[in-house]
């Protein structure tokens, strides 16, 4: 069975950083694109960025400059944040799938819970 778990949101305050991790088990992921989507309750799902196995990385222009996606080994992702804003606050979600540039929600097909990132103003 497969699960993705995420970690590291939290409550920090606006221009600062946090790193989100991704623990995914049950199968080895090698040939697959990691995704990170978040949402808030006004709003649905959003994509935020993606990188595939090829190392070929994809950016939400909201995020872009700030963010960075990378991966550690086969079934480990992180999405590096920095200069976060109020805006930022979201639930945020890794997903796992297998089109590269894959920006919407319906080509992932392996999800985490999420992990809850607060910026404060």
């Known amino acids: 069975q497969v699960q993705l778990v995420e970690s590291g949101g939290g409550l920090v305050q606006a221009g600062g950083s946090l790193r989100l991790s991704c623990a995914a088990s049950?199968?080895?992921?090698?040939?697959?694109?990691w995704g990170w989507f978040r949402q808030t309750p006004e709003k649905e799902r959003e994509f935020v960025a993606a990188?595939?196995?090829?190392?070929?990385t994809y950016y939400a222009d909201s995020v872009k400059g700030r963010f960075t996606i990378s991966r550690d080994g086969a079934n480990n992702a992180y999405l590096h944040m920095n200069s976060l804003k109020p805006e930022d606050t979201a639930l945020y979600y890794c997903?796992?799938?297998?089109?590269?540039?894959?920006?919407?929600?319906?080509?992932?097909?392996?999800w985490g819970q999420g992990t809850q990132v607060t910026v404060s103003s």
């Open positions: 049950g199968r080895t992921f090698s040939r697959y694109v």
């Open positions: 997903a796992i799938g297998d089109m590269e540039g894959a920006t919407t929600q319906a080509s992932y097909t392996y």
């Open positions: 990188l595939s196995w090829n190392w070929n």
